[in-house]
């Protein structure tokens, strides 16, 4: 199996390599001075699997298109078959007509995987389970529960004085999931409605929430922070004496940094599908990898 790397996030593929015992392929990537890329394969890859390792978190239409050109190098070099690890799925939010007048973005996407010559995807926390079901290459969808589960043990947060909380009614599924790996622990969902024009988002009221100390918010990404502000805010109101997060990806656009820092949450733990700029990070964020993950995944694809 060769392994590469596109520009969004070097350092995972490069934890993956030493997960895999192997090491990371080298490409040729070269940025023009009116910022166009062209892409070159150097090592030989005829008849080999191949793997590319590229989230499209920002500037998402950027590492989109240095995806496609991988792949597209990948394949005119003769690659018996090219798996696509887009730990973050970019434009996936856009996944089906909001609003009469707009585009399906993401389906749009998943043509252009599908055309030139992706085999297989892997990716992790889609927004919805739906989404799987708009491509027609096989998908692999891992998730970050597992990674949580286990640090939450490992905190010894139980579930007698601990409450999950889903920040949104969407993420319903999601909370269950966890509560049954962690023996049931209790778990409540707030209601939260977003201005589609502003972005500003609000608490409506909440389902679930009894007598609890701690309470551990759980999201599939966080973008601008609003989201975890308002809700953590929310739960300090209902008597939280301690409030963590857990999001898989760090999207971190906008002012996120500084709205986090200044939330009433303890500890933001988050997953390194998305490499954080370190002007991005603060002193309560934690970083969980899942290269391992994708490693178990490559490994059982027997690549
Ligand atoms: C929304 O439904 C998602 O699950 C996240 O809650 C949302 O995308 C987070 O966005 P933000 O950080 O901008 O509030």
């Not at 969004?8 to 895999?20: D, G, P, Q, Y």
């Not at 009469?100 to 389906?107: K, M, Q």
């Not at 601990?162 to 999931?177: C, E, N, Q, Y």
């Not at 300090?236 to 200044?262: N, W």
């Amino acid at each position: 199996m060769k392994l590469f790397s596109g520009s969004a996030n070097k350092s995972l593929t490069e934890r993956v390599a030493s997960a895999l015992n192997i090491k990371v392929s080298p490409l040729e990537i070269h940025v023009f001075p009116d910022k166009e890329k062209r892409v070159r394969v150097i090592d030989k890859v005829l008849d080999e699997n191949t793997v590319v390792i590229q989230p499209t978190n920002t500037l998402a239409s950027e590492n989109y298109m240095e995806l496609f050109f991988i792949v597209d190098a990948l394949k005119r070099s003769g690659a018996k078959s090219i798996i696509a690890v887009i730990p973050y799925l970019g434009y996936q939010r856009q996944d089906h007509i909001f609003r009469t007048g707009e585009a399906v973005s993401l389906e749009v996407i998943i043509k252009i995987l599908d055309m030139i010559g992706v085999d297989k995807i892997i990716v992790f926390d889609l927004h919805s389970i739906k989404i799987q079901e708009l491509f027609h290459i096989p998908i692999a969808h891992l998730s970050a529960l597992k990674i949580f589960a286990e640090k939450i043990k490992q905190e010894k947060w139980n579930k007698n004085d601990t409450v999950l909380v889903s920040p949104d009614m969407g993420g319903i599924r999601r909370i269950k999931l966890l509560s049954s790996m962690l023996d049931n622990m209790p778990y409540a969902t707030i209601e939260k409605n977003r201005d589609l024009e502003t972005g500003k988002v609000c608490v409506t009221g909440s389902e679930g929430l009894n007598d609890f100390k701690r309470a551990i918010i759980v999201d599939d990404m966080i973008s601008s922070g609003g989201t975890i502000a308002v809700a953590s805010e929310f739960l300090a109101k209902r008597g939280a004496k301690e409030i963590y997060v857990f999001a898989t990806h760090p999207v971190f656009s906008k002012e996120a940094k500084g709205i986090l820092r200044e939330s009433k949450a303890l500890k933001v733990f988050v997953t390194d599908t998305i490499q954080i700029p370190e002007d991005k990070k603060f002193a309560k964020l934690q970083i969980l990898s899942v290269a391992s993950m994708i490693a178990k995944e490559l490994k059982a694809t027997n690549h």
